[in-house]
């Protein structure tokens, strides 16, 4: 099943600093369940390491069935440097929250 649950879209809220300044702590954004992202996407995704905690990450090159994923903010960001391989469970398409904006033109 995935994480994401049945929908095809969902609202996440952000949690931490990882992906400043595209995205803050307390955003609310829609993603959309998709396990096919392009390099740049914003996605969310869960570790091989640690299965069933959703990160919210930018996809920077696929490893195979998985991918290598990072934040924006390299200073304050746990992601596949330290964690490893991601799996992709969706791609972010906007912020609904506090500024509503697209973060994806799919």
């Known amino acids: 099943m995935n994480p994401l649950g049945r929908l095809p879209y969902r609202r996440i ?3 931490g600093p ?3 300044p595209t995205l ?3 955003d609310v954004v829609l993603a959309r369940r998709s396990r096919q992202p392009r390099t740049g996407d914003v996605v969310v995704v ?3 390491t640690r299965p069933g905690q959703l990160s919210i990450k930018r996809a920077t090159r696929a ?3 998985r991918w290598h994923v990072e934040g924006d903010n390299a200073i304050a960001s746990t992601d596949s440097r330290e964690l490893g391989p991601a799996d992709v469970h969706g791609v972010v398409l906007a912020r609904l929250w506090p500024h509503p904006r ?3 033109s799919r």
């Open 13 to 15: 809220r952000v949690v």
């Open 18 to 20: 990882s992906m400043v």
């Open 24 to 26: 803050r702590h307390g």
């Open 46 to 48: 869960t570790w091989v």
């Open 63 to 65: 490893t195979g069935g």
């Open 102 to 104: 697209l973060l994806s």
